[in-house]
């Protein structure tokens, strides 16, 4: 079993930055991709960006270019680095897992006010 939790969530103004954080626990070695996830009010969850184990990353269209995952194997930490965030940006991100089986975090909430 993993288990993961997320934080670095919180309110800011558009055009600010946020770096989210999930700590990954438990059968860490199984973990191959990991992912952020977002889902904001009245909306189905969505990807935002994934990450290999060897670090090839993969981003959704709407983030490309604002925003950077990154891995660190050995702490069993995955990250999220928001830069010019936006309004549209505002939902609960969740922190993903694949390895045995799909993991889930809480989702930590990020609020981008215009």
């Known amino acids: 079993q993993v288990q993961l939790v997320e934080s670095g969530g919180g309110l800011v103004q558009a055009g600010g930055s946020l770096r989210l954080s999930c700590a990954a626990s438990?059968?860490?070695?199984?973990?191959?991709?990991m992912g952020w996830y977002r889902q904001a009010p009245g909306k189905q969850r969505e990807l935002v960006a994934t990450?290999?184990?060897?670090?090839?990353?993969n981003y959704a269209d709407s983030v490309k270019g604002r925003f950077t995952i990154s891995r660190d194997n050995a702490k069993g930490m995955l990250y999220l680095h928001m830069n010019s965030l936006k309004p549209e940006d505002t939902a609960v991100y969740y922190c993903?897992?694949?390895?045995?089986?799909?993991?889930w975090g809480q989702g930590t909430q990020v609020t981008v006010s215009s």
């Open positions: 993903a897992a694949e390895g045995e089986h799909g993991y």
């Open positions: 990450i290999t184990h060897y670090g090839s990353t």
């Open positions: 438990g059968s860490t070695w199984s973990i191959n991709a």
